[in-house]
């Protein structure tokens, strides 16, 4: 291989074509100048919190106290609970749905096309108020039951774009292997789709426990509701920054770690599939037939 191939390599590439040395400086320029701007960002959003007695014991010694720690592990309990019914009944629901728009029967496609329109293009908060006020539920079901109409409206797209996206070889050579619709959906289609899907399933969850907070404005005493009646209560002096500071960290992370899993599982469906060694027996010595 010559120096000019292996130039050419480290310069270019199928898809485009890699930065000369006047851009390496610029983008390197770029990222100085965001960088200082963030660190400066940083340091000014400190220095309030610091003008501001933000960092002072006097403010940070009542979460000391049991009784505010109890709370929050309250609060973040019932959030984790209201988060796993909605979740699992989304799922459920996005399922049903899904398989309505992709029914052959005209009524049933354009009902569950319907609810799907429907449910998708409502807020979150009017359907979860209608259904605490209208409906008078209490707040927790109110709470799941909203998530659950428009998370699963939303996942109901996700599967039926997923099971379309099937090469339609694959459905057509079951239909020719004598499977009915059901058993190509559930054997053929469904456990192909579901690889595509996961990403963007899981990424949907994530919205589904960042809208738990919603909680809170119809009582569930969810995490932020405890936090909310913590900094609002006069007998422990509790400023609402501090409070916002133990709250918002664990929401974040929260967040952060399904929207890494759904980066996991992405990035490990882009993977080829290993395939194992298969051992081949020894060949036997040939059997002599008659006559040769």
């Not at 009542?62 to 019914?85: D, H, M, S």
């Amino acid at each position: 291989m010559t120096a000019h191939a292996l130039h050419g390599d480290t310069q270019s590439t199928a898809l485009y074509d890699l930065p000369g040395p006047r851009t390496r400086r610029r983008h390197l320029l770029y990222g100085v100048v965001s960088t200082v701007v963030l660190l400066g960002l940083l340091a000014w959003i400190l220095y309030l919190l610091f003008d501001t007695a933000q960092f002072t014991a006097a403010k940070w010694s009542p979460f000391t106290y049991k009784g505010i720690q109890e709370l929050l592990l309250r609060g973040l309990g019932n959030t984790l609970k209201a988060f796993a019914y909605a979740s699992v009944l989304s799922l459920l629901l996005g399922a049903v749905l899904g398989a309505g728009r992709l029914s052959v029967h005209r009524p049933v496609r354009w009902a569950a096309t319907l609810c799907v329109e429907f449910f998708r293009a409502m807020p979150v908060l009017v359907m979860i108020f209608f259904i605490f006020v209208a409906l008078k539920a209490q707040p927790l079901p109110a709470l799941v039951a909203g998530l659950t109409l428009y998370n699963g409206s939303v996942l109901a797209e996700v599967f039926r774009t997923g099971i379309n996206s099937v090469e339609r070889g694959q459905r057509e050579a079951a239909y020719a292997l004598g499977m009915r619709k059901t058993q190509v959906m559930t054997f053929v289609l469904a456990p192909q789709a579901v690889r595509a899907m996961l990403p963007t399933i899981i990424s949907q969850l994530v919205v589904a426990l960042k809208d738990t907070s919603l909680g809170y404005l119809i009582t569930y005493e969810e995490f932020l509701h405890a936090g909310k009646l913590i900094a609002s209560n006069l007998d422990y002096d509790l400023p609402f920054i501090p409070v916002v500071m133990i709250i918002s960290p664990i929401y974040i992370g929260m967040c952060m770690l399904l929207s890494w899993f759904a980066t996991w599982v992405a990035r490990r469906e882009r993977r080829s599939p290993k395939t194992a060694a298969v051992e081949v027996a020894a060949a036997e010595p040939e059997t002599v037939l008659p006559g040769r």
